[in-house]
């Protein structure tokens, strides 16, 4: 039989049990508990994480597109969202992309400057733009898409096929919960 040491710590157990406790809760809950001055842990915080890989990303492939077709990030995703679904207005696009509204404005406003894009107008309702890839931009679509790709594969060849697996899933979970969360608030 063994016997444990004397308790020398000079903390009353249950304060130890306690915050033994705490420290096995689930982040989410220990943050139901926090106190009015407590400071957000950005490098533990979900939606930061989220936003500098997103940003890091978007980086690495705006460099291909930046240098030789003088694109910006706004621009290349109002292109990627049409080359994939032609002949969605200017709010579609922002609402299929989650951009701001001004943003997906000025990078239409750039595209149709540039002759990316072309603009054409609903027959039913004259005052809905449908908006499409030219020819001139469906040849810079042809050759980012590849390099994206590429990019893409460099990414994820860190992850194994079950762990791409359940990285998609949990993508459509939280995407499908933020944008419930969104709704409840009514943000746009």
């Known amino acids: ?19 033994s406790q705490e420290s096995r809760e689930p982040r989410a809950v220990r943050r139901e508990k926090q106190t009015p001055g407590e400071r957000l842990e950005l490098e533990t915080f979900l939606p930061y994480r989220l936003s500098i890989l997103s940003n890091t990303v978007s980086s690495a492939i705006a460099a291909v597109y930046r240098r030789r077709f003088h694109l910006s990030i706004p621009e290349w995703r109002v292109m990627a969202i049409l080359g994939r679904y032609p002949g969605l207005s200017a709010a579609e696009v922002a609402e299929r992309t ?4 001004v943003a997906v404005s000025r990078a239409v406003a750039k595209l149709l400057d540039t002759g990316r894009i072309s603009r054409s107008f609903a027959d039913a309702d004259r005052r809905r733009s449908i908006l499409q890839l030219s020819p001139e931009g469906e040849a810079v679509y042809a050759e980012v898409v590849p390099q994206a790709l590429a990019l893409e594969a460099e990414l994820i060849a860190t992850l194994d096929p079950g762990e791409r697996a359940a990285l998609d899933r949990m993508l459509r979970r939280l995407t499908a919960r933020a944008r419930a969360l969104q709704a409840r608030s009514g943000s746009d």
């Open 1 to 19: 039989m063994t016997t444990s040491p004397p308790n020398t710590d000079p903390e009353p157990r249950r304060a130890r049990v306690g915050a």
């Open 98 to 101: 989650a951009m701001d509204k």
